[in-house]
């Protein structure tokens, strides 16, 4: 396992406003996030739906600036250029080497390549920003791209709409690879695929960060794709991360009251199994990230509830081995 | 949200193609059920589904053939394209566009034979006695109405319920779904509900009037995964309650396991395997069912995913002989030349395979 990150993210804050200015209210998408990722390791960030995990991705690519916190690049520049070589914190505005280091794939296939133009063009863009290739090396270099992701050079004067959602899915990520980034923020890649495609993308996504030694920051909600990608795995709940480990300790041994839920809510694909495990007792849904509860904001809903819960936020702590947990009713073998 | 279904039907009815509109076998409604207690809740003989479209004729549906017990759950699995929609659109008469094309030979619901129903009858039939429960819940339920009106309603038609009846019907319904506070949240409109919440007004609608069949087209796709477990809870404890059979459409293998008592695999609109679902999960005949599984993630250990090569095939022109073996690993000559016939195999179990995987020693190809 590689050992120093290339990308580590400090306390982010991300601070959203609904409605208008007099009455308006904040909400925090996400709070106290901290991260880091090395080269060659997959992170996964894993959450339902308003859990902050797609926020925190946009502020790890530059899409949104966090309203507390700090992003830090570790990695040398790209070849060729000249620059500082070390810790880099980035600024609200990034220089384009920083912008180039760190490039997103996104979830939509559909939604996500301009329908108007050819996949050369598509691929090519970020060749284009950053003055990378020109002529006809800039039409090779696609190629290789194209290739790379296992899809053939003939493509190139050809349109999205003729491809399929697993194609699409292979286009944005030779996109994204064109900016040469050392790092990849994947958000749901592969939740719009049907899944003897999605093993397709998922097995892909391994094979580059092998040949390139990418960090990849895998943003999901299926366990399963988690667990046959990542290295380690944080998990988010209403903006806060409630527990974060390697694999095995988060998905084997999962700790928190909310990530034993996510766990037992997995359907097994064993119809013996699937229909004998019932799912823990999670009441309800997640409450409206705009009211928030008070203390530990999993307690409406977690079967361990006391009144400490509903009190105090729980701390991330520590634990021997490699994972960290926010709740106060978990062991950390520390104690 | 089957009824705003019917009344956007109303101006169309009469086009399920290839039926023989007879004038009314009287709406066999209610009484005629006991006399039905030992037939099939929903039979379907050799439905075909076609669609003209510029770029030529979609085959989207090919002889599917089909048996769901009383009371018991038939899940349709497939992947996008493999026509498992529109077989239950079709069954339920929603195929009605002037593009489309319905056929069967045989399509009968608790003894009653729909191919030789009048519309009308037809349509009395839905929501009384079948009925659809979408994937979206949002657009499925009108915005400017009370969850409390839309669940009123189908008492007031159907059964002509007063206004305050209905209502007390209708509390009853939220209930039974387990929403809380049903007696406050009749007045709620469906943007006040969660999006768990919203797919079980959807289902109370769908239960309603105690349908012999609910077909549920993916209805746990859109929803996060500890809300997807509850709402699997609440339709199988319902099914039990309510005697009621599930036609499930799905593409979620887990889904499959945790409600389906028999399986119907689909591939470029036709069945190409049936059997009980613990045996396909354990030992699947046809090579798309292995390779499915083989290409499936797993919770419950780390293991390298198997994909299924190239992508599924375009209805318009799917290939020669068997649809699958362009992607098969087990293809043979005979495979291009000939389709091969779904057959039975043994009691419940049939495969259209000319090379089925051995049954013995367990045709799944295992993740390593």
Redesign the interface.
Known sequence: MPSDPILVAESLDKVFRVGGALFGRRFNAVSDVSLAVAPGETLSIVG??GSGKTSLARMLVGLDRPDAGIIRFHGKPPAGKSGGNGATALGPSRTRLQRRAIQMVFQDPYASLNPRRTILDIVAEPLDVHGLARGPARRQRVEELLDLVGLGPAITSRFPHEF????RQRIGIARALAAEPAVLVCDEPVSAL???????V??LLIDLQRKLGLAIVFIA?????V??MSHRVMVMYMGKVVETGT?AEV?DRPRHPYTQ???????????????SR??LL?L???PNPVDPPAGCSFHPRCPRATDICRQAVPALREGAGGFAVACVNASTGTE | MEYAEERWDEEQLGRWQGDVVTAATAAANGSARADQMRAAALSVDRLTVRFRTLRGEVKAVTDVSLSLPRGGVLAIVG??GSGKSVTARAIMGLVTSDNATVSAEGLSLAGRDLLTLAPEARQGLRGSAISLVFQDALSALNPVLTVGSQLAEPFRIHQGLSRRDARDRAVELLRRVRI?SAERRINDYPHQF????RQRLLIAVGIALNPEVLIADEPTTAL???????I??LLDELRRDLDMAILLIT????????L?EDVAVMYAGRIVETAP??RL?ARPAHPYTS???A???????????????G??PDLVSPPQGCAFHPRCAQRSAVCIAQRPRLTPTAAGLAVACHHPQDAEDGGRIDAE
Do not use: C
Request: glycine share 6%; no cysteine; charged share 20%.
């Open positions: 339902e739906s399929s959602g697993g194609q049907d899944v003897s495609v999605q093993a397709q998922v097995n909600h299926d366990l399963a794709v667990r046959a694999v998905l839920a996510l766990r037992a809510s997995v359907l097994d694909l064993d119809p013996e199994i699937a229909r019932r799912p999670v309800g849904e997640p | 992947e996008s809380p969660s999006g768990g919440m996060d995964v500890t809300v997807q477990a509850q699997l809870d593409h979620d293998l887990g889904v499959v396991a945790r389906a679902a613990e999960f390779a499915l599984f290409s499936a993630p797993r919770i419950s250990a780390t293991a390298v995913l198997k994909p299924i090569d992508s599924p």
